[in-house]
C-alpha cells in the first residue's frame, strides 16, 4: 500500500467511448503526475500538477484530458481513443515538484484496453 | 537527446548476488532513482543517489559514477520474491525524471 490508489483497475472501452481514470493520493503531496507504461518501453510522463496547477504536458494528444480539482485527486479523461493507447495508466504524487531528493510513490495503475 | 539504458532481462539463482546496470546521458543531473515493480503492480522506490559512491539498505546497494553516467543496484541474498523489474531514472536539470525501460529479473531456485 503506497498511499495512492487508482479506480478502475482495469477498463475495456471502444473507441468511441467516453471514460475516466480516477487516482487518490492519501499522503498530503503537493504534486501528481500521470504516466503512461508500455510493454518493453520507458515509462512517459504525461502530465504534471503541482499545487492543482498544470506546470507539464508532454505533447500528449488532446483525446487525454487531465483535471486536478483539489491536490489529492487526479483525473485523466478518455474520449475517442485508438487501439495504440491500450496500455497501464499510472498516477504518482510526491511532496513537491522540481525537486531532486522528492520521491514518487505510484498507484498500482489501470490497464486499459482499447478495441 | 537524452536516454538511460538498462539490461531488458536477467536471471540470477536464489541465494546469490545479481548486478543491474544503467547507464545514463542526460541533460544535467539531479539525482538518479531505483524502482522495484513487481508484474501488475505500482513501482516502489528503492533508493536514490545524488553523490558519487555507495548507499547501502539492507540487501539491496545502490552505486553512482556520475563523472561515467552510471549506476547499478546491487541484490544480495536473493529470493524468489525479488523477481521484478527494476526501473532506472535520472532526474534531469528541469527536475524531471527520464526512465529507463526497465531490468526485469528472473529468480530461478
Known amino acids: 500500500e503506497t498511499g495512492v490508489t487508482q479506480t478502475p483497475r482495469h477498463l475495456v472501452m471502444g473507441m468511441t467511448n467516453k471514460k475516466s481514470l480516477k487516482c487518490e493520493q492519501h499522503?498530503?503531496?503537493?504534486?501528481m503526475y500521470w504516466y503512461k507504461q508500455s510493454a518493453k518501453k520507458p515509462l512517459e510522463l504525461m502530465f504534471v500538477?503541482?499545487?492543482?496547477?498544470?506546470?507539464e504536458n508532454n505533447s500528449v494528444p488532446s483525446r487525454f484530458s487531465p483535471e486536478c480539482p483539489n491536490s489529492s485527486h487526479l483525473f485523466l479523461h478518455l474520449h475517442t481513443l485508438q487501439p495504440e493507447d491500450s496500455a497501464l495508466y499510472l498516477c504518482?504524487?510526491?511532496?513537491?515538484?522540481?525537486?531532486?531528493?522528492?520521491?514518487?510513490?505510484f498507484g498500482p495503475g489501470t490497464r486499459l484496453t482499447v478495441l | 537527446g537524452q536516454n538511460i539504458d538498462q539490461p531488458t532481462e536477467m536471471t540470477a539463482t536464489e541465494g546469490a548476488i545479481v548486478q543491474i546496470n544503467c547507464t545514463y546521458q542526460?541533460?544535467?543531473?539531479?539525482?538518479l532513482f531505483w524502482y522495484q515493480q513487481h508484474a501488475g503492480e505500482a513501482p516502489t522506490f528503492l533508493s536514490y543517489?545524488?553523490l558519487d559512491g555507495l548507499e547501502e539498505k539492507g540487501r539491496f546497494s545502490s552505486f553512482l559514477s556520475r563523472s561515467k553516467g552510471y549506476s547499478y543496484l546491487l541484490l544480495k541474498e536473493l529470493q524468489m520474491k525479488d523477481s521484478a523489474s527494476y526501473l532506472c531514472?535520472?532526474?534531469?536539470?528541469?527536475?524531471?525524471?527520464?526512465w529507463g525501460a526497465g531490468t526485469k529479473l528472473i529468480i530461478k531456485p
Open positions: 504518482a504524487s510526491s511532496q513537491e515538484e522540481g525537486s531532486g531528493a522528492s520521491k514518487q510513490f
Open positions: 499522503l498530503g503531496h503537493n504534486a
Open positions: 500538477y503541482s499545487l492543482e496547477e498544470r506546470v
Open positions: 542526460t541533460s544535467g543531473f539531479n539525482g
Open positions: 543517489n545524488v
Open positions: 531514472a535520472v532526474m534531469d536539470s528541469n527536475y524531471q525524471l527520464i
